[in-house]
Structures are given as C-alpha cells and as structure tokens.
C-alpha cells in the first residue's frame, strides 16, 4: 500500500492516457500501406495489446484473424464503442487460408456471436467454393459445419 501512495499520482496519469488518445499521436494512420492515401487514426482495438490507434480501413484489414475484437472510435472529444461489423468487416467461413470467397452465400442478417468479451452481432458469408469442399465426401460443408470449423458453436 506504501509503494502505491507514494507512485498514486503517476499511475493516475498513466490511466488518464489510456483513457484518452494516449501519448505521441501520428497525424496519420501508421498502418496505411504507402501506396493508399493516408487517412486520420481515429479507432483503436481494446482487446489487441498496446492497441494503437489506426485508420478505419486498416482496422477491419487488421481483425481478419480477430473478428470479436473490440473497437472504439474516437469522436473528437471521447471514445464511443463501434463494432467490425458497423466499419464494413464481413467474416468469410470456409476459408482456412483466410482468403476471398468466389461464390460466397450471405449469412444471416442478424447473427450473434456470444464471446467470453461480450455479445457481438456480425456480418457473415458462408463459403460457396471449392474451399469448403470436404476431402472425405467430396460434398460442400453445411452452414452449421463452417460454423463449427470456425469455432462458433451452436447455443
């Protein structure tokens, strides 16, 4: 409890930064590839460590491999929560390799994923290609089994 007292004040500082935008703010989003016009970072990922702030695009192009990942948007004078699916991310099932679907099926509109960091409702899209054909029957996988392969279990 000593050592506490005596730090208290720059701990509060510390935890007023993460609150806040942080400390030595890029004018642009440092993510953005060279060849894409550089846009403000106004949103960051609480759930990604150190969780610097990015642009929109490069937000969703980053949670590929994290789509229950949690966003907040900065408005100018506070951070407002936002989710993947409000930035345009859509998951793409069938695909282990994480790319584009061919012929892709929409999922339904309002799908809900229950995750140990909260209730996220998402966009999704069920394989209709050849990635999603199984080796063993030959046959395209069945929605729920995407969602299974995926993780994502029925409740």
């Known amino acids: ?29 440092t993510f953005c590839p060279p060849d894409r016009e550089q846009a403000e970072p106004t949103f960051r990922c609480i759930d990604c460590n150190h969780g610097p702030l990015m642009c929109q695009e490069c937000c969703v192009e980053k949670h590929q491999l994290n789509p229950l990942h949690r966003i907040q948007h900065w408005t100018g004078q506070r951070f407002q929560k936002v989710s993947l699916r409000q930035l345009g991310f859509v ?23 229950i995750h140990d960091n909260g209730i996220h409702r998402v966009r999704l899209q069920y394989c209709g290609c050849r990635a ?13 089994e ?6 994502w279990f029925p409740a």
Not at 2 to 29: N, Q, S
Not at 132 to 144: C, D, I, N
Not at 146 to 151: A, G, I, K, S, V
Request: positive net charge; proline residues 4%.
């Open 91 to 113: 998951v793409q099932l069938g695909h282990q390799d994480g790319s584009t679907c061919l012929s892709p099926v929409n999922g339904p509109s309002k799908f809900v994923v």
């Open 146 to 151: 995407q969602l299974m392969r995926n993780r």
């Open 1 to 29: 409890m000593r050592t506490f007292i005596r730090h208290r004040d720059e701990y509060l500082a510390v935890l007023m930064i993460l609150k806040g935008r942080g400390d030595h703010i890029p004018a642009t989003c």
């Open 132 to 144: 999603s054909v199984s080796s063993q029957t030959g046959m395209l996988h069945f929605k729920w």
